[in-house]
């Protein structure tokens, strides 16, 4: 999809197209209040105050009507300067406003404001010179939103919108959002059992069904054997920690707002954890080290906690609970090259398994300006960015850089991917880490037999095993490479009376094999049963009569395909063997 953010002329027009919206909500709804209207990558939306009103995506239609009415009127925008005393009369009854105004420093002579008739607004620009020129948009979605993004201010209403030159162009974006919405994650994880929410549970608190943990297994398997390959060692640590374990590391300064409140009990204060570097930090110090131990590769498959804002949460893609393929590598300051070079070799082995080719590298920066984010060492941050910024150049790998992305304790690789529905995120990591090994006074013998502090990568490959599946499913559209899927084999009689049986014994053998088979029995016809597989995306359906039973084959069709092919079940077996073990994506 386009950057509407990115092109000049399409930025105007979904900037003055804000101001639209909100010139319609407001002679729809008089009592409205507006926070701000920004221009985002794919349109604009617009925060708002309707008090007791709560409008829901079947409002849209009478907004946008409106919004076509007063586009046809032709309504001149012009631009109004202001002092800053002038803009507080001028919107006086809107603290909202206010809020803004009053933000701005007292030196700043001009304020300006867009007015297109009865409808004025508070905008640096620029716009369009008419509501005329906005004739191609549409409202797409309304959802809530924190007034200035804080938990504790009140809950906004935001409506998203997007604008175009021409019809076809918003056509074809409106076309590019349905084909988005069959790929929305939440929508393939209900439509294929694979996870589910309730709110008595809790918001962002997902649960994964048989089909889902499935999933979950195999993706925990896959990436433990590739890890265990390379030297890892798996370990399991408790999902809470003592609120000192977090001050020792620093987390509890930097992180505190991002977890659940601390629970007391017995005079001690307890905290569900929202990472895994402290656990694996104290599994480290259990032990004296020498230099010829490391490096030591410390795995996990982690739950963690983290109380995301309500209006962030996102299926299995976002939550407040997830699972982290997380692992630390302590190292002396020799080995940091190799191993970080080996992380990154591990990242893309991965990437060319799923056919991950849509992805971005970003060297994460700390910004020297801001004090309270960061570990302050000036000496300990120059020395870790250079050693990521060498150790990059030297494997060849294209990057950006962006500064006031790295962690508070390090800088680090982000390996960014764009889904098919929403923004861009992060799927893998790496991250070069000085600063907590000192704060928990580990230690390593070096070969003189002095005590040296060692250094440590954090690194995640799939990221969060929820996120990475979310991401897998909307790439797929649930239509899940064989090794991955839930069910591989649905098996189909032609008749049960005559081929039961047979599909039986084929289901045994399956069985065997360890094959995720299935054998659909049931009395409905077999159209309608192969309908039905193809619904679910089970990736081979076999279809069992009498050439089959009699011949000992096995009649097979691919998801998506109406092609009928025939094997015998042994070159069958081994056929589907050979895909699995290979993790290719069908046979």
Known sequence: MI???????????????????????????????????????????YDIDLGDVSLTEEDLPKIEKEMKKISKDNKLIKRIELSKQEALDMFKDDPYKVDLISRMDENDTIISAYRQEDFIDLCRGPHVNSTKEMKYFK????????????????????????????????????????EAKLRDHRKIGKDLEIFMSDDLVGRGLPMFLPNGYIIWEELENYIKAKEKKLGYMHVLTPCVGTVNLYKTSGHWDHYKDNMFPAMELEGESFVLRPMNCPHHM???????????????????????????????????????????????IFVTPE???????????????????????????????????????????????????????EVLNELGIDYTEEIGEAAFYGPKLDVNVKPAVGNEYTLSTCQLDFCLPAKFDLKYIDSNGEKKTPVVLHRAILGSLDRFMAYILEETKGALPLWLSPVQLNIIPVNN?????????????????????????????????????QTKKIPLTLIIGDKEKDGNLVSYRKFGSTETFTMNIDEFVSTVKDTINNKKYNL
């Open 3 to 45: 950057n509407i953010k990115e092109d000049e002329r399409l930025h105007v027009l979904n900037h003055s197209c804000a101001h639209l919206l909100a010139h319609a909500v407001k002679h729809l709804y008089p009592d409205a209040k507006f926070w701000v209207g920004p221009v985002i990558d794919d349109g604009f939306y």
């Open 139 to 178: 409202l797409l979605k309304v959802s809530g939103a924190y007034w200035k993004g804080d938990s504790h201010n009140k809950m906004l209403q935001r409506v998203y919108g997007v604008c175009f030159e021409n019809e076809e162009d918003l056509n074809n974006y409106v076309t590019e959002l349905e």
């Open 282 to 328: 104290m599994i480290y110090s259990n032990t004296l080290h020498s230099y010829k131990d490391l490096p030591i590769r410390i795995g996990e498959i982690a739950h963690d906690f983290r109380f995301e804002a309500s209006g962030a949460v996102k299926g299995i893609e976002r939550g407040r609970h997830f699972c982290q393929n997380d692992a630390h």
């Open 497 to 533: 009376e005559y081929h039961l049986e047979y599909c039986k014994e084929l289901q045994e053998k399956f069985d065997s094999m360890n094959f995720r088979a299935k054998l659909d029995d049931r009395d409905e016809k077999l159209s309608y049963k192969m309908r039905e597989s």
């Open 335 to 389: 080995q940091i090259k190799s191993e970080f070079k080996s992380v990154v070799d591990l990242i893309f082995d991965v990437y060319k398994d799923f056919n991950i080719t849509n992805y971005r590298c970003v060297l994460s920066l700390r910004d020297p300006e801001d004090k309270e984010k960061y570990h302050p060492d000036d000496e300990m941050w120059n020395k870790a960015e250079n050693e990521l910024r």
